[in-house]
Structure formats: C-alpha cells, structure tokens
C-alpha cells in the first residue's frame, strides 16, 4: 500500500521561507513521478513541481520558477520543496503527490494521472 505523508507547513510572513518534506513508503520509490500540488481556497488545484529522477528531469510552475526547488532523496523515500521569497499567493494547502512512471513532456507532469496523494500540509503568508 503505497502511502504518502507531508509535513513542514506552517505560517511565515512574505519573504520568507519553508521547506516541505513527502515521506513515501509501500513501493520503489526512485521509478514514481512525484511531484507537489497546490489548492488555495476558492481555486482548482495546481502543480507546483516535479520531478523524475531516473531521467534527471524536474518541472516548475512558471509561478514559483526561481523561487521554489524541488528535490529527492530516495534514500530517505522523502520529497522536498523548498520554498523561498513566499507571497501571499502562495497560500494554500499543498499535497504531495505519486505515480508510476515519466512525468512527462513539456507541462504535461502538471495534467496527467497521479494514482498516490498524500493528506496535505498548510502554508500560511502574511503581508
């Protein structure tokens, strides 16, 4: 049974930063897209990043590029996003997110199927 856990949200004021872990456990890890997913109130859920380690690959939201980082360590089976200069628009809850496979070309990491979601942590920014 495969099973995703997120932690490492919180409330920080803009400018600030946060790093998000995903601890995965229930498969072999280092062959899943894994990518992290966003939904602020009142807005559909949007991809924020991935990444496909097997083919050195990771993907960006044009919104957080430059500001966020996505990484792995499948030693660990842990996801990170590293979340630098936070805004206000940020805000939301953030899942964590896992499926067999490439993520993909171009944006399509951002659309296609993911089989594996974890509950959610919050991020919080204040002005």
Do not use: H
Request: with cysteine.
């Amino acid at each position: 049974q495969v099973q995703l856990v997120e932690s490492g949200g919180g409330s920080v004021q803009a400018g600030g930063s946060l790093r998000l872990s995903c601890t995965a456990s229930g498969y072999t890890y280092s062959f899943y897209c894994m990518a992290w997913f966003r939904q602020a109130p009142g807005k559909e859920r949007e991809g924020v990043a991935a990444i496909y380690t097997p083919a050195g690959r990771t993907y960006y939201a044009d919104s957080v590029k430059g500001r966020f980082t996505i990484s792995r360590d499948n030693a660990k089976n842990t996801l990170y996003l590293q979340m630098n200069s936070l805004k206000p628009e940020d805000i939301a809850m953030y899942y964590c997110a896992a499926d067999l496979g490439d993520c993909g070309l171009g944006t399509s990491w951002s659309r296609r199927e993911y089989n594996f979601w974890g509950q959610g942590t919050r991020v919080t920014v204040s002005s």
